[in-house]
């Protein structure tokens, strides 16, 4: 049947189908719109202002050139479509009322001077290194490479390698940037779960990465003896306070005892062969503890029945950055049971932190 004999509800199907396509076929505009507001700092400028900007406020104040006044506008008018601003209309005295731009919750997070602050997230995940891969991956599927991700079909070489490279270390810092940008929202976690750090006595933060969740812990409970055990270009030159220690190693190889063992954002790097590895090096390492040891991950659980359907997207496009850039994974709570009992543990328990990640408690 030819488009031209489909009646009503038909039709307006396939203009439904169309619309669909198109917006997934430019999905990628408002992820580089977004990278370009980060990069220029609009939420700064707005922020810094202190109330509403207008257009030309903004444009005077993020330098941009005069004649580029029109492109501003029709920037802003799709990011505050999207969200991330609030149209206001200012009246000045004997003036025309004017639109101004005001923050919204999600641009509060690309404010820099902001704790919270989410802008390296934006920067590193967006860089040409994690985007170009993707023009190969249907080169990727068809050949015969089974360990082989679609970052090193690509490029020649593993992400990790590519980020250790020291002819490369901007990109390495703007990956331990972006961990750490992501760690301090954790400390609004670290309230809702207290719990799970009472009563430790001593914490390794393993793959911990610069060490910023470990200090939030350690301000958070400043008894506990915390080590961050990463790889030994991380940690090089950190320095170890009282209860606050650095170590280089390999968490495939030993990871040091402890109370507790935490793996923030580490198991999702890593196939299921090589988190079971990881997971039975920390069921070595919290063995003096008897019982009372446990290993505290932090990472995201697929819930497509459970979640609403923005929050699941999210979490299978994890999925695929992990997969294309690690081979590693998101799981689903059943492959996270899998594995934990494959390792040896002999309960857990899983409870939803940080909006898409989850805290999950194992057990010896
Ligand atoms: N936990 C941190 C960082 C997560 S990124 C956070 O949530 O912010 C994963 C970390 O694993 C990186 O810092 C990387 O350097 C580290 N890593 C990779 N291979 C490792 C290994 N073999 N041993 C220890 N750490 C490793
Ligand atoms: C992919 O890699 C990881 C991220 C994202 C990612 C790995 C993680 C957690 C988050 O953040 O999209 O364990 C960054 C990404 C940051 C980057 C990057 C890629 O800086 C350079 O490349």
Redesign the pocket.
């Known amino acids: 049947m030819g488009l031209s004999s489909m009646k009503g509800s038909e039709e307006s199907e396939a203009y439904d189908a169309q619309i669909h396509l198109y917006k997934h076929v430019y999905n990628f505009v408002s992820s580089m719109a977004l990278k370009s507001a980060m990069e220029l700092g609009i939420a700064d400028a707005i922020h810094s202002h202190g109330k509403a900007m207008t257009l030309s406020e903004l444009s005077s104040a993020l330098k941009l050139h005069p004649s580029k006044l029109g492109v501003l506008h029709r920037f802003m008018r799709l990011l505050t479509h999207n969200g991330f601003f609030t149209k206001t209309s200012t009246q000045k005295e004997g003036a025309e009322e004017e639109i101004a731009y005001a923050l919204t919750p999600p641009s509060m997070l690309l404010v820099r001077s902001k704790p919270t602050c989410l802008a390296p997230i934006v920067k590193g995940a967006l860089h040409a290194s994690s985007l170009d891969m993707w023009h190969s991956s249907k080169k990727w599927l068809t050949e015969d490479s089974k360990e082989l991700t679609l970052y090193e079909s690509a490029t020649g070489e593993s992400f990790?390698d590519f980020?250790n490279k020291t002819t490369e270390s901007d990109t390495l810092t703007m990956?331990?940037d972006a961990?750490?940008a992501?760690?301090a929202m954790?400390d609004l976690a670290l309230q809702e779960c207290k719990h799970v750090f009472q009563g430790l006595s001593s914490l390794v933060?393993?793959?911990?990465?610069?060490g910023?969740?470990a200090r939030l812990i350690h301000q958070a409970f400043p008894h506990l003896k915390c080590t961050v055990?990463?790889?030994p270009?991380?940690v090089a030159n950190l320095p170890s306070s009282e209860n606050l220690n650095f170590v280089g190693?390999?968490?495939?190889?030993s990871i040091p005892s402890a109370d507790a063992v935490?793996?923030?954002?580490?198991l999702h790097?890593w196939n299921d062969e090589l988190s079971l590895k990881i997971l039975k090096n920390c069921k070595e390492a919290i063995r003096g503890k008897g019982k009372e040891g446990k290993v505290i991950i932090?990472d995201i659980v697929i819930d497509e029945t459970g979640d609403d359907s923005k929050l699941t997207e999210l979490k299978l496009d994890y999925d695929l950055v992990m997969l294309t850039m690690f081979n590693g994974k998101e799981r689903e709570k059943k492959e996270w049971e899998k594995l934990i009992y494959h390792a040896g543990f002999s309960s857990y328990k899983i409870t939803p932190i940080c909006g898409f990640k989850s805290l999950i408690e194992l057990y010896p």
């Open positions: 990790w980020l990956f331990q961990m750490a992501d760690s954790f933060d393993v793959g911990g990465g610069t910023g969740v055990l990463d790889q270009q991380v190693g390999d968490m495939f190889k935490l793996l923030k954002w580490v790097d932090i």
